[in-house]
């Protein structure tokens, strides 16, 4: 699955077949004057994607997260 370009101009008139390309491809940007400006992508893909991100997002909150009654090592009286 690649990445594909599109202008908004050519959007307008193949806009049903570009959605249907969706799924042959990972992404396309769609493009005005030359410039990226949107996304498009498989609601599929990017509900994986955003499921993902939240995943990410949860791990590193609790990996942050102080632990209750926890002592730092560096604290412990160890001897």
């Known amino acids: 699955m690649g990445i594909r370009a599109i202008s908004t101009t050519r959007l ?4 049903a077949g570009t959605i249907e390309a969706l799924s ?8 005005l004057h030359g410039q990226g400006r949107a996304v498009m992508m498989d ?3 990017y509900n994986q994607l955003i499921d993902r991100i939240q995943y990410l997002e949860d791990s590193i909150a609790a990996l942050e997260a102080p632990r209750d009654g ?7 009286d160890l001897g």
């Open 12 to 15: 307008r008139e193949e806009l």
């Open 70 to 76: 926890a002592v730092p090592l560096d604290e412990l």
């Open 24 to 31: 042959e491809v990972s992404a396309i940007i769609v493009t």
């Open 43 to 45: 609601l599929d893909r």
